[in-house]
Structure formats: structure tokens, C-alpha cells
């Protein structure tokens, strides 16, 4: 049984940045990744950013690669992601995720409930 805990949405200008967490439990699989996703004009989910919790070894979306990092608590299974120069067009409902990476895409088994961050003037 897994609860992801999100926060640190919020409202910001354009150029802002937030930094979202997520906390997973401790029983959570060595071998998972977790990652982020955003809800797309077309309402599916696409991919942000994603780490092992094994390695650390980390996954960028090309429309964020430069401005947003994702990291790890190296004794908690907590995944943060920086997010800078924010555009409105970063403007999305962002989901937590757990699940596996593999070949330049993650399957997910677990999502959190969603932070919402929008990004307006």
C-alpha cells in the first residue's frame, strides 16, 4: 500500500520558480523511480522529470531540460523538484509518481493526488 504526500504548488509570475516534494514510504521497491507529471492540453499525463532511487540517476522532458531539477533526500525516499524560470505555459495540475523507467519511459503504478501550479501575470 502506497501514499505519495504532495506540496508546493502555488501561483507565480512568469520567471518564478516552486519546488515541489513528494514522499514516498519507506516500503517503497529499491528499484522503483519516482517521478513527475503535468496534465497536457489534450488531458494526458506527459512526463517531467523522473529519479532512481537507486542511483540517483536522473530523466529530464525536453520542455523543461535547464530549468527544472529533480533530486533525492539520500535518507529518505523523498523526491524534490526545483522548478525556475517558470513560462505559463508550465501551468498544470503536477503529479507525483512511482513505477519503473526503462527505454525513455516510465511505467507508472502509483500517482499522488496532484498539486496544482499555475503560472500567470
Known amino acids: 500500500q502506497l501514499q505519495l504526500v504532495e506540496s508546493g504548488g502555488g501561483l507565480v509570475q512568469p520567471g518564478g520558480s516552486l519546488r515541489l516534494s513528494c514522499a514516498a514510504p519507506?516500503?517503497?521497491?529499491?528499484?522503483?523511480?519516482i517521478g513527475w507529471f503535468r496534465q497536457a492540453p489534450d488531458n494526458e499525463r506527459e512526463g517531467v522529470a523522473c529519479i532512481s532511487l537507486s542511483d540517483g540517476s536522473t530523466h529530464y522532458g525536453d520542455s523543461v531540460k535547464g530549468r527544472f531539477t529533480i533530486s533525492r533526500d539520500n535518507y529518505k525516499k523523498t523526491v524534490y523538484l526545483q522548478m525556475n524560470s517558470l513560462k505559463p505555459e508550465d501551468t498544470s495540475v503536477y503529479y507525483c509518481?512511482?513505477?519503473?523507467?526503462?527505454?525513455?519511459?516510465?511505467?507508472?503504478?502509483?500517482w499522488g493526488q496532484g498539486t496544482q501550479v499555475t503560472v500567470s501575470s
Open positions: 509518481a512511482v513505477g519503473e523507467y526503462r527505454d525513455g519511459s516510465m511505467r507508472v503504478d502509483f
Open positions: 519507506e516500503s517503497t521497491l529499491d528499484y522503483y523511480h
